[in-house]
C-alpha cells in the first residue's frame, strides 16, 4: 500500500469527524441526548486518532541513525497502537459510562429533554447528516483499499495489511457509521415511544460496540509492533529471485522482519558451488542481492549468507 494512499483516507476522516463532532455536540446541547453525547466523544477520539496517525506517518519519515540504524518505519505501528488505546478508553468506556449515567437519569425519574423539549428534531437531522458524512469518508476508505487489498476478504485484509493506516480508518469509519445507526435508531425509538430507556439502549450499544472495535486494533497491532514478516506473496517473490539466480544451488533458509510498513529485513542462506572461489561467491552473492531487489523493492535491508550445499556434496 502507498503511504499517500492511506494519508488520504485518514485526512478524509479527520476533516469529516471534526465537522461531526461540532453537531453532535450542538445537538446534545439542545437535547441532552445521551446517545449524541456519546457519539460526540467518539468523533472527538476518531479526530484524535487520525491526527495520531499523521503524526506517526511523519515521525517514521525519519533517516536512520546510529541508535535506531533500521530506521523509523515503526513509529506508524506505535501511533496506530495508541488509537486503540485511545477509542477504547476515550470512546468505549465513556459511552458505557454515559449509558449507566442516562439510565441512573432516568430511572430517577429526571426530566428528559429530549422528550420535552422544542428540540427534540434536532439530533435525528444531525444523524442523517452524520451517516451521509461518514458515508463519504468511509467510501473514500474502501477506494482507497481497493488496489492493497486484492482478492482477499475485507477481514482478511484487516489482519494481514501490514500498514496500520487503511485498516484503522476503515474499522474507524465502520464503527462510526454503526454507530449513528445505533444513536439513529435510540433516539428515534425513544421520541416515538416516549420511553428513555431506548436512549440508553443505544449510547450501551455504541460502547460495547467501540470497545469490541479497539479490542481488534489493539490485537492485530500488537502483532505489527512485534514484528511480522513479509506477506506470502512477498516471500514467494523473493524466493523466485533467489532460486533463479546464476550461482545459487538453493535456497536454504530465509527469514524476513517489516521494519515499518514499506521497510523489509531479509536475512537468508543460500547454497553455493563447493568449487566456486571467493571471487565467485561474492558475485553470485551480488547477482541475488540484485534479483531480490528487483523482485521486492521494499527490501530495504538485505543479508546473504553464502554456504555449501552439504546434501549436494555428499
Known sequence: MSASGGTKAVVAALVANLFIAVTKFVAWALTGASSMLAEAIHSVADSGNQALLLVGGRRAKREAT?????GYGRERYIFAFIVAIVLFSVGGLFALYEAYHKYEEV???????LLEGRWWWVPLVVLVAAI?????????????????????????FVRSARSPELPVVLLEDLGALLGLVFALIGVGLSLL????????????????????????LAIETKSLLLGESATPASIRRMTDALTGTEGVDRLIHMKTLHL???EVLVAAKIAVDAGDSAAEVAAVINRAEASIRQAEPMVTALYLEPDIDRARVG
Do not use: C, M
Not at 108 to 113: I, M, S
Not at 193 to 216: E, H, M
Open 260 to 262: 515499518g510498513p514499506e
Open 66 to 70: 546510529p541508535e535506531h540504524p533500521f
Open 107 to 113: 430511572h430517577a425519574g429526571h426530566p428528559n429533554e
Open 132 to 156: 451521509v458524512a461518514e458515508s463519504f469518508s468511509f467510501r473514500t476508505a474502501i477506494r482507497e483499499s481497493r488496489h492493497s487489498k486484492g482478492r482477499q476478504s475485507w477481514v482478511r
Open 193 to 216: 415511544t416516549g420511553n428513555g430507556y431506548f436512549d440508553v439502549a443505544g449510547t450501551a450499544a455504541i460502547g460495547v460496540l467501540l470497545v469490541a472495535i479497539a479490542v481488534v
